[in-house]
């Protein structure tokens, strides 16, 4: 997929989190997921404009460096680091080229990072770089569309998104494209969602095991906002999974 649809987005990124699919749903589930970070290093790829990578830091990880492929993404997210110092760093790389980083890292994430490969074999080399950058026995977290989510399901608009096939598919699984619905204009992306199996098998190409799915959950906080009735259709079919192994 082309950077360039990043690279004019900017800060504007950063609206995604307040919509109630992110702010209830992906934010909390990932973050559980990913767990205790005090005193760990904490590699971020696919940072965007360096969301999470702030939130291990609040969260006591000692060292946290964000990686994105787009220098308008990664511009803003130094904006930010500057407007409230928390000792983050930033570099513009991409993953399918990582370099060997200048230490071994704990933990590795990366949310909408994987899917987009042009390829199963640009999918494996991501895996095989960022598994190098990591400690033996260090984890890593993925977040992504769901592989095998239903189109054909009740609308997610309500969440603040909508999610449609362009009808073109990579050898990877089906290119979708998500609109995320915000104030006073949407955002669109596309990408493609991979099949289950080309996740697990090109993760366990590179080194990694124990790969486990992870369900997406809503907060507490999300149902006492909403009620539990809002998240119905979400629960029946969530949009997003995610992904953890070990290296």
Request: net charge negative; proline share 5%; with cysteine.
């Amino acid at each position: 997929m082309s950077v360039q649809q990043y690279d004019k987005i900017g800060e504007a990124f950063e609206g995604f989190k307040s919509l109630p699919l992110i702010r209830y749903g992906e934010v909390p589930s990932f973050l559980g997921t990913v767990g205790n970070v005090s005193g760990k290093s904490v590699l971020d790829l696919a940072c965007g404009t360096g969301f999470y990578s702030r939130e291990f830091k609040r969260r006591g990880a000692t060292d946290v460096l964000g990686v994105d492929i787009s220098v308008g993404m990664i511009d803003a997210a130094r904006e930010i680091e500057q407007r409230d110092l928390l000792g983050v760093r930033y570099e513009v790389g991409d993953v399918a080229e990582l370099r060997a980083l200048d230490r071994h890292f704990d933990i590795a994430t990366g949310v909408q990072c994987l899917n987009y490969a042009e390829d199963i074999a640009a999918m494996e080399r991501m895996c095989r770089n960022i598994h190098r950058n990591l400690m033996p026995g260090g984890e890593f977290f993925l977040l992504a569309q769901k592989p095998d989510y239903r189109f054909d399901c009740p609308s997610l608009d309500k969440y603040g998104f909508r999610c449609e096939p362009t009808g073109e598919e990579s050898e990877t699984g089906p290119q979708v494209r998500v609109t995320a619905l915000l104030d006073p204009e949407p955002i669109t992306i596309v990408a493609s969602a991979p099949r289950r199996e080309v996740y697990e098998e090109c993760l366990r190409a590179a080194g990694f095991r124990d790969v486990e799915w992870v369900p997406l959950q809503v907060s507490d906080a999300g149902i006492r906002e909403f009620g539990a009735d809002f998240w119905t259709d979400l629960l029946a079919h969530p949009p997003l999974e995610m992904l953890r192994s070990r290296a």
